[in-house]
């Protein structure tokens, strides 16, 4: 079992930057697939990034080339890099910690906010 807490974000203006992180609590973090989703009001939540247990990293088109995600195993933690933000990656971010249909994981979401 691995319980999620995300912290990092805020309100930011067009163009800034903002750094998510999750912190994971419990057993076996490196084995699970680590992945950031968010959801807009009145939309459903979608995936922004992954990154596997291994290491490999995807990316919705729409962050490409101003999102990284990455992940410190030795602290139980992972983390989005956001740069050159636009008011439409205005969301509540999640965390989400993937090993198998039962073992996949939320943490509470954190607001992110986009504007000038």
């Known amino acids: 079992q691995v319980q999620l807490v995300e912290s990092g974000g805020g309100l930011v203006q067009p163009g800034g930057s903002l750094r998510l992180s999750c912190a994971a609590f419990?057993?076996?973090?490196?084995?699970?697939?680590m992945a950031w989703y968010r959801q807009a009001p009145g939309l459903q939540r979608e995936l922004v990034a992954r990154?596997?247990?291994?290491?490999?990293?995807n990316y919705a088109d729409f962050v490409k080339g101003r999102f990284a995600i990455s992940r410190d195993n030795a602290k139980n933690m992972g983390y989005l890099q956001m740069d050159s933000l636009k008011p439409e990656d205005t969301a509540v971010y999640y965390c989400?910690?993937?090993?198998?249909?039962?073992?996949?994981?939320w943490g509470q979401g954190t607001q992110v906010t986009v504007s000038s």
């Open positions: 990154i596997t247990s291994g290491g490999s990293t």
């Open positions: 989400n910690a993937h090993w198998s249909s039962r073992l996949d994981h």
């Open positions: 419990g057993s076996f973090f490196d084995f699970y697939d």
